[in-house]
């Protein structure tokens, strides 16, 4: 079983900058690949940026790349979002998720290729 707890949400100006770390417990964080998602109020929730285990392969939404950036410290137990020149559409629900699977590469962007999901940290825009 693993546990995820995302945190550094917050209210920001539009053009400004947010960093949110997801903290993971409960299994062999080098094994899992990770995923950020956001879901804002009456809309499905949507693939933002993901990663490999070993850190060596990302992968973005159209509408956030060159923005945003994923990572991750393996040895802290900890994938980090960037998130710069933010705009109000940015603004939603942040979740981050994680996923073992074979195939990762062909269905890193879908929420059902993950297994365990954090509870979500809050991002405002303001214009």
């Known amino acids: 079983q693993v546990q995820l707890v995302e945190s550094g949400g917050g209210l920001v100006q539009t053009g400004g900058s947010l960093r949110l770390s997801c903290a993971a417990s409960?299994?062999?964080?080098?094994?899992?690949?990770m995923g950020w998602f956001r879901q804002a109020p009456g809309k499905e929730r949507e693939f933002v940026a993901a990663?490999?285990?070993?850190?060596?392969?990302?992968y973005y939404a159209d509408s956030v790349k060159g923005r945003f950036a994923i990572s991750r410290l393996n040895a802290k137990n900890t994938v980090y979002l960037q998130m710069n020149s933010l705009k109000p559409e940015d603004a939603a629900v942040y979740y981050c998720a994680s996923a073992r699977r074979r195939d990762f590469g062909s269905y890193y962007s879908k929420v059902l290729a993950y297994d365990y999901w954090g509870q979500g940290t809050q991002v405002t825009v303001s214009s």
């Open positions: 990663i490999r285990g070993s850190g060596v392969s990302t």
């Open positions: 409960g299994g062999i964080f080098s094994t899992y690949d």
